[in-house]
């Protein structure tokens, strides 16, 4: 036990004290700051209201659209409503740019038309639709009433058509689908971004010597799970900073009203938490020997990205199998990713959360991959035992299936 915590304390004390690890924490930790402030800037540019004028120099409204003022301000919109210039007067303002737009009215025989006013055309020009939605419907209501139909009778007759979706299905998803994809994409980051750091440690290690001295005071079975171990707190750690400092940002950036909705959105209950927590432990875990198995096939730093190559394509294949799957929750594929090892840590807790999964379903995902872990584990620690003091080539798959 003594031997396996130095080995945890080394591999801690050597992650730490890199420049890489030190240079991207800063890095990731200013995004997050920046990332947040940006949110807070764009709140703030929201709130820089869009200048309209509405001409109707005819009167046809008769003084019904003095409102629009108050009914658009919170909408993003300064509206006003002119009745005396002329539509020359309004292109020669808006050609000096004096306005930035106008929509100008009129009425023939057909009804009523509109006219949208412009300096010049580009690619983020857009009609403000919702103004003209709210002045078409104060035509029609004032039509309406024109025709001696009730006040109170307008609301109905311009109400839209509500469609209610009913799924008929027993297994109704009860949880926010973006806010799952985004954690999903937050845990496979992690999962895959730490267990990647076992095989670059040991064929680090390998290239400097440094293993020869490890060797000689414990076992490579030591030796491998204290890397594992030394790798997954640096990742604990970590990803706990940063969704403190996250949610810091969040409180001292955001509005409290989008924070609450945030929350609102998100709304995790502590079992979710703690299987999320599981799932993220034991997949690191099986993610981790994988790669400790490819560190231990290399003997040259550069081998060790073509050497990932084959589990990173199974990290990706199960990331995107309960990525999708999420678009039909209830699909039989859906169950069958979140039971396969490889997808299973990302797909099982979100598919729990949007309460889809038996307490036997989940106990049977945990204990397959449970398993798989332990027999990666046991090929790997083999593997690394045969080809620990392997400094030649990398190791071939023949001479792979020849180690005993």
């Known amino acids: 036990m003594k031997s396996l915590f130095t080995v945890i304390s080394f591999t801690i004390k050597d992650m730490v004290k890199r420049k890489s690890f030190i240079i991207s924490n800063i890095i990731i930790l200013l995004i997050i700051v920046v990332g947040f402030n940006v949110m807070n800037w764009l709140s703030d540019m929201d ?4 200048a309209v004028t509405v001409l109707d120099n005819q009167n046809i409204f008769e003084g019904r659209l003095d409102n629009l003022h108050e009914q658009f301000a919170n909408l993003g919109y300064d509206i006003n409503v002119d009745k005396e210039s002329t539509q020359d007067d309004i292109k020669a303002k808006i050609e000096s740019e004096e306005l930035p737009s106008a929509i100008i009215l009129s009425e023939d025989e057909n009804g009523l038309k509109f006219e949208y006013l412009i300096n010049g055309m580009s690619l983020g020009t857009t009609v403000p639709t919702d103004v003209i939605n709210a002045i078409q419907l104060t035509y029609q209501n004032m039509k309406l009433a024109e025709l001696g139909i009730p006040e109170e009778d307008l609301p109905t007759l311009n109400a839209g058509s509500n ?37 670059t440690a040991i064929t680090i290690e390998k290239t400097s010597r440094i293993i020869e001295t490890l060797v000689t005071s414990t076992s490579p079975r030591i030796i491998v799970l204290g890397k594992t171990i030394g790798i997954g707190i640096i990742g604990i750690a970590q990803t706990l900073i940063l969704i403190l400092v996250a949610v810091i940002c969040a409180k001292v950036f955001l ?27 034991l997949g690191y875990a099986f993610y981790a020997m994988l790669y400790a198995l490819t560190g231990s096939t290399v003997s040259k730093p550069e081998e060790v990205q073509s050497a990932n190559g084959p589990v990173a394509i199974l990290a990706v294949i199960g990331f995107y199998l309960s990525y999708f ?80």
């Open 47 to 50: 709130q820089t209201l869009e």
């Open 325 to 404: 799957t999420m678009m039909n929750p209830t699909s039989s594929l859906n169950e069958i990713a979140a039971l396969v090892p490889i997808s299973s840590p990302f797909c099982m807790p979100f598919r729990a959360m949007m309460g889809l999964s038996s307490i036997n379903e989940i106990i049977l995902s945990i204990v397959i991959l449970i398993i798989t872990m332990l027999l990666v584990a046991h090929i790997s620690i083999k593997i690394y035992s045969s080809a620990i003091l392997n400094y030649g080539e990398k190791l071939s798959l023949k001479k792979l299936l020849k180690m005993k």
């Open 163 to 199: 469609v209610e979706v009913v799924s008929l299905s027993s297994d109704e998803s009860s949880g926010n689908i973006f806010i799952m994809m985004i954690l999903s994409i937050v845990l496979f980051y992690a999962i895959y971004f730490y267990a990647y750091q076992v095989s």
């Open 255 to 281: 509005p409290p009203e989008m924070l609450s909705s945030v929350f609102e959105m998100i709304n995790l209950s502590p079992a979710i938490i703690v299987l999320i927590a599981i799932y993220y432990l």
